[in-house]
């Protein structure tokens, strides 16, 4: 059900006096550098200038021998086959046609493409493969969520091809870890490692079944770290430019010590095969993760309790931030962690712990690392300086209240918005207190997005209730405005340049 993988290719560049070849990533990942010669018993040319001048002691580069990490490791690594079934629409001609099942990476193809077709679907039985290790001697063993969900069977084969039925003990669909167990003793494991000590750069190997080709090894290097994709898993992925195909989802990713740093996972394709980005799940996080699914069966998820946006120039200029960091808080849950914190719409979260939050998709990350119950510390840039917040985290599974706040005079402002207070009935059905409803938008607000039919709750994150207000924030603002914008049951930010 998932990832695959290619030979490296050589690629060779010649000197004008077609002298040197260099191949780049020969065996073992090692740099080559060949002297060819005009004959075969002729010295290489070298031109006078350069001769005179003595050489350099190049640098020693000590490259990991993948050869010795494949034959350490691979025994722990096992082939996953999955039977079991899936909805496809009726008019699908690719119903029960694919050797492999359904793709893999199916959940995260759809939230890049979008819903396809409309349909009502219909079960029609599925056989997929994946990957995954052994991390304990008695069987447990470690895969992706998405290998074995909607499995009525799965069965493990080892690389000495014995073969079992294997029992899901439990996975969670929103880190996309799933633990196995097969009745087996004795058995081969690899080591876990420590996720957080890569570094971006630095050579990392894949060992999986790509299309079902057993113990398939491929390498390549750390492209990122903490990267977010656009799902809703919160998992700060490591991004590599390892070849994984569909197969290899499961399966373990390895530092040059033969240590598993990574669960491969997911790939960005718009062909369904690798084009040169592949995302792992960090082995800290999907550790911790079984741990409590072997104790358990199941995996709780820490809650703050905010949207957020990203920080871009626009809002870095109405916010007066030196730097478009951080993560703008659009939204804040009543009764949630953040609530009870004193979060508000508009404050821009710096730091958690004291590690610094870049893009707005780091916060979730860092929250989703964390468990219910934990206290942090938030560094908040709020009215022109840095507020230190603190909260405790609550459940993901918790539900809690939606969110409103503030009063109500029609006019026309810079901004080129139209707008008048919001009537009680309007209030009402927005689920809010207080805010100006746009009847008409123009200018620079309308060509950054803003509606008619938006309800304007803040400026630079001041609550509006009358149009003198938004003229007061607005005239003290030099380069651009943050508008908090409700418009049906969400809010977002929106930034406006003035002038």
Sequence with gaps: MDNQSTTPSLGIKRTAAALVAISVLGAGGAM??????????????????????PAAAAPQMTLPDFSEIAARNSPAVVNISVTGSTKVSADSSQAGTDDYGTDPFFEFFRRFQGPQGGQRGRDV????????????????????????????????????RREFRAKVLGSDLKTDIAVLKIDASNLPVVPLGHSN????????????????????????????????????????FIQTDVAVNPGNSGGPLFNTRGEVVGINSQIYSQTGGFQGLSFAIPIDLAGRIKDQIVATGKASHAKLGVTVQEVNQGFADSFKLATPEGALVANVERGSPADKAGLKSGDVIRKMNGQRIIASGDL?????????????????????????????????????????????????????????????????????????LVEDAGGAAANAGVQPGDVLLSVNG?????????????????????????????????PVRLG
């Design 197 to 236: 000590d890569l570094k971006v750069g630095e050579w990392v190997l894949a060992i999986g079944s790509p299309y079902g080709f057993d113990s398939t090894v491929t390498a390549g290097v750390v492209s990122a770290k903490g990267r977010s994709l656009p799902d809703d898993s919160n998992v700060p």
């Design 462 to 494: 001041h609550p509006v209730n009358t149009v003198e207000q938004v003229r007061e924030v607005v005239d003290k603002s030099a380069k651009s405005v943050a508008l908090l914008i409700q418009r049906g049951p969400d809010k977002i930010f929106i």
């Design 364 to 436: 979730p990350a860092m929250v989703g690392v964390a468990l219910p119950g934990d206290k942090i510390n938030l560094d908040v840039w709020r009215d022109g300086k840095i507020v230190t917040l603190s909260a405790t985290l609550g459940n993901a599974a918790d539900k809690v209240a939606d969110v409103a706040e503030n009063n109500g005079i029609a006019g026309k402002v810079r901004l080129g918005l139209a707008l008048r207070p919001l009537q009680s009935q309007e209030k009402r059905e927005a689920g809010i207190s207080a805010g100006l």
């Design 32 to 53: 080559i550098v060949h002297q060819n010669y005009a004959g075969a018993n002729s010295a290489p040319v070298i031109p006078a200038a350069v001769a005179q001048v």
């Design 125 to 160: 039985p599925t056989h997929g493969l994946g990957s995954g290790f052994i991390v304990s001697p008695d069987g447990v063993i470690m895969t992706n969520a998405h290998v074995v969900r909607d499995a009525r069977e799965v069965t493990v084969k080892l690389n000495d």
